[in-house]
């Protein structure tokens, strides 16, 4: 991975989780925050939910390979924590690939504009003031 670093800290994937903004599909969950810095950090999880251990480090093994293959088209200077899903287990790895190149690099790219990745014409309901 030329201009990624992977992420380890507990406190970094935190943040990610809380203070981040996300989106969804089949495959993946990714959360995403800029960071100051001029690399992108990314942090993979995979739970018990996408089978055993076997399934859950082919699951890394294909989040891995996606990335790689579309890291060039990624915004510089972002935490990207990814977690597996269990529909994941069955996906094949050009797939992903093609999900990543389609969806996920130009929602990666409205996260780090400051946009909201999904906004309301893409399916996300807006909360009713009472």
């Not at 970094?12 to 903004?21: D, E, R, S, V």
């Not at 579309?70 to 287990?89: K, Y």
């Not at 690099?105 to 946009?115: N, Q, V």
Request: charge should be positive; include cysteine; hydrophobic fraction near 35%.
């Amino acid at each position: 991975m030329i201009y990624t670093e992977i992420m380890k800290q507990n406190k970094a994937f935190q943040l990610c989780y809380h203070k981040g903004k996300s989106f969804v599909s089949k495959f993946v969950i990714v959360y995403a925050r800029p960071n100051q810095c001029p690399f992108n950090r990314l942090g993979i999880t995979t739970g018990k939910k996408v089978g055993n251990a076997v399934c859950r480090s082919r699951a890394r093994r294909l989040i891995r390979q996606a990335w790689r293959e579309n890291e060039l088209a990624a915004p510089i200077g972002l935490d990207i924590v990814i977690v597996a899903r269990a529909g994941l287990a069955d996906c094949s790895s050009v797939e992903l690939s093609h999900y990543f190149k389609k969806y996920g690099m130009p929602l990666l790219h409205r996260i780090y504009a400051g946009e909201d990745p999904m906004p309301r014409q893409y399916g996300r309901s807006q909360r009713r003031k009472s």
